[in-house]
């Protein structure tokens, strides 16, 4: 078993990682779910793939980003004000925050808020968040819906967003999705289809 | 209080029930929210109204129904062939739909199918579902998505689906969401547009 799991890892990481990855992925699903069963501690690397990476800020050095879920001390590292540039998010109390954050806590796996923080500055710079809604359809799957990704105005264009993206969509398959969805402006399709997706229907609202 | 009830409750559903209900609604949320706090037994038909209406079925007899929400022994009454009339929905075992069952229970109010039983065949005829979901964003609300939205093809015209989607905006608003959400086809954009709904997005999706 510990070799399959080590042919996993060289698998997904190593030279083959840029060839149909996804396939691989879905064709290992199955031994992934018995090494976890079997060996949780040793898949950990497995289940959150590319948490760390390198991008050129706009001062044009590379610094090297970690993407990692959401913590309590975000609150004062400007993760509100970050999500303010995407829509409205009038600033919050400290016990605001962290009853919010308790909720979404409780929930396990079925909810992720993924942060990119620059490590020069300690600002959350990157944030998007994902939620899996399990159903009664095809055999009682579950659909990851991907909401509230934004990158900060001053450190746009170095792919933090697609890296964010990236990175929920592998929990989406991690925890067994079949599908992905989520809803944007017309604008941003192009950038959703360099992240794998295609345009699949209209999205409805309504507000009270 | 109690009179304030009843002159809620009178508002709600009587002569006032077809103008401007969403505005009145609005005004009275905090006043609910007091009065679901000292007399919670007593605020049970205004937090989930229009629960029992008339429709006209295919052979013209009118008959009454009544939304409810999804219960354990509905999988024995069509409720999972319901939902293969709009996705792929293979038989399930008890066990399994028993297990799934229990998974959106612990979510409590933050997740409800809607059904609808014919009481002459006692089939599941319609169905709905809408989840919550809790974000920072707006001073921590909530937002409500509406999925799997189904009517069985023998019972469609008596305006079923308008009554399953009116009930769950109804939810939403009573958990204090600031808007409901939901993808669909181009075709189905009318429908939706007759419930209050405009085409806000595009709705991007990537299959695994």
Known sequence: MQNSIILISCILTGPFATINKHQIFRVLMPLLHITCASFPA????IMAPKTLFEAEKTNGHKTEFKIRQLEISDHAKGFTELLGQLSQCPSLSQS???????DLVALGDDH????????TSGRIIATGSIFIEKKFLRGCSSVGHIEDVVVDKATRGGHLGQRIVNYLIDRAKAVGCYKVILDCTPELRVFYEKCGFVEKNVQMALYF
Do not use: G, S
């Not at 040793?42 to 690397?45: D, E, H, R, S």
């Not at 992720?112 to 490590?119: C, G, K, T, Y």
């Open 96 to 102: 605001e925050f962290e009853a919010r954050f308790a």
């Open 42 to 45: 040793l898949t950990i690397k």
């Open 112 to 119: 992720h808020i993924a942060v990119v923080e620059d490590p």
